[in-house]
């Protein structure tokens, strides 16, 4: 079967969002993916590839994308990649991306380029056994009918930050886009509630920032904060979500959902 043929139990779900081109479509433009990258978290070692929508090719791999799974040649289908997952996590990352798509046309089409969705599941390694993952998208593309057809994808190895799964799929913004969604999908873990975390729209944007290794010094400069109000409200995230330190406020944030 030809690669552009090859199916997955995604393309069901993504036909239902009506922004997605649904012609097959040969890509040649390669996102700034360097750029984008700013937008993601890599906690850990990760890969990104790059997902043409139309017909489901994926291309402008990262090289660990082969070390991390033990493959010999890089994925050509998102089917590759889906069938590297644990068969118990297709339902949930199925149920998840519906909840993308039913929150994306809430938000509007033209705010489609401005949104990230992650969320977590597990995947085999070249180890031969299955460890977390933390996956993200952002929507890199559209024709000029504003259909997609085009995204990039990164996938962290979190599974030495923690191993449990939030089920909750994360919907944010990106740029100038200032979106926080988090949907609850199933199986809610038993250790603690995530919505009993009030953090502020600030401490969330800090949170975040710390989760992608910025210092404080350079978190200042880029929200124009003072190094002391920066502190402070590190502080304060420490304090709503009960961590002792960084390390600690990092799994909470993946096992709660927060980033």
Known sequence: MDNSEKKHPLIAVWNTYPGLRKENKNISN??????????MFAIGE?????LNLTNSTISNHH??????????KYPENLKDIIDLTHPDDIEFIIKAEQKVVQKMMEIGREHQLYLKASYCFRMKTAAGNYELFHHQAILTQEDENQNLIQSINIHTNINHITKENPHTVLISGIGLRQDFHQIKIDNPPAFENFSQVNLTKRETEILALIAKGYSGSEISKMLILS????????????????????????????????I
């Open 63 to 72: 090289p660990n994308l082969l070390k991390l799974h033990g493959l010999k």
């Open 30 to 39: 390669i996102p700034p993916i360097e750029q984008i990258l700013g937008e």
């Open 46 to 50: 990760f890969y990104y590839y790059v």
């Open 227 to 258: 190094e002391h109000t920066v502190r402070s409200h590190r502080k304060n995230i420490l304090a709503k979500t009960n961590s002792r330190n960084g390390k600690e406020l990092l799994r909470k944030a993946f096992e709660w959902g927060l």
